[in-house]
T-cell receptor, first 114, second 112 residues
C-alpha cells in the first residue's frame, strides 16, 4: 500500500500564479485533510472533507479552494499565490471523522512563492 | 478558540538521557494524539489517549493524559539517536476535524 500520495514534492511559484496540489489515498478512508506547516506553528488545518461529496473550512482557508474528486482524491488549489503561502503542505486521511481518529499523512509538498 | 501549548520548543539531550515534552490545553479535551516527525519527513501517528489519567507505554515512550483532560506528556527514557525529530501533540474536542488542534511541537536533538 502506498498510503497517502502527494504531488508535486516541490514547487516554486511567482506571486499571482495558480497551481493545484494533488492528493490520493488507497486506504479506503472516509476523511481527508489539507494542513500547512510553518516553522514554530505546528500544523494548521486549511480544509477538510469528512466524507465524499463534502468539504469544510478549517482554521486557515483564505486563499485556497479544495475539491473532493472521489473517495480517493482530494486536491488543494491556490488561485493566486502569495508569498504568505510559502509553506509545507501536508495531505492526510483518516478512517473516521478526524477529531478522534488517527491521521495518516503524505510526504508533503514544499511550496515557495516568490 | 482552542489553544494547545507545547513546551519546550527545543530540547538537546545527550544520548542515554531522558526527555519529556508537555502539552497544555486551554479547554477540556476529549482525546489527545501524539505524532513524531523526523527531519524532512511527515508526521507519523504514535498514540491516542482518551481517558482521564490514562497512561500508555510503547517501549521507552510513556504517554500520560491528565486527570482533568487538559494536559498531556510524552516521556522518553534513555534516548537514542533514532529518537531525533519533532514531537507534536494534537488535542481533540470531538469528532470534527476542525476540533483537532496541534501544538507547535518539541524538536528533540540527541547528541551521541
Amino acid at each position: 500500500n502506498a498510503g497517502v500520495t502527494q504531488t508535486p514534492k516541490f514547487q516554486v511559484l511567482k506571486t499571482g500564479q495558480s497551481m493545484t496540489l494533488q492528493c490520493a489515498q488507497d486506504m479506503n478512508h472516509n476523511s481527508m485533510y489539507w494542513y500547512r506547516q510553518d516553522p514554530g506553528m505546528g500544523l494548521r488545518l486549511i480544509y477538510y472533507s469528512a466524507s465524499e461529496g463534502t468539504t469544510d473550512k478549517g482554521e486557515v482557508p483564505n486563499g485556497y479552494n479544495v475539491s473532493r474528486l472521489n473517495k480517493r482524491e482530494f486536491s488543494l488549489r491556490l488561485e493566486s499565490a502569495a508569498p504568505s503561502q510559502t509553506s509545507v503542505y501536508f495531505c492526510a486521511s483518516s478512517e473516521g471523522a478526524g477529531g478522534n481518529s488517527p491521521l495518516h499523512f503524505g510526504n508533503g509538498t514544499r511550496l515557495t512563492v516568490t | 478558540g482552542q489553544q494547545v501549548m507545547q513546551i519546550p520548543q527545543y530540547q538537546h539531550v545527550q544520548e542515554g538521557e531522558d526527555f519529556t515534552t508537555y502539552c497544555n490545553s486551554s479547554t477540556t479535551l476529549s482525546n489527545i494524539q501524539w505524532y513524531k516527525q523526523r527531519p524532512g519527513g511527515h508526521p507519523v501517528f504514535l498514540i491516542q489517549l482518551v481517558k482521564s489519567g490514562e497512561v500508555k507505554k510503547q517501549k521507552r515512550l510513556t504517554f500520560q493524559f491528565g486527570e482533568a483532560k487538559k494536559n498531556s506528556s510524552l516521556h522518553i527514557t534513555a534516548t537514542q539517536t533514532t529518537d531525533v525529530g519533532t514531537y507534536f501533540c494534537a488535542g481533540g474536542r470531538g469528532g470534527s476535524a476542525r476540533q483537532l488542534t496541534f501544538g507547535s511541537g518539541t524538536q528533540l536533538t540527541v547528541l551521541p
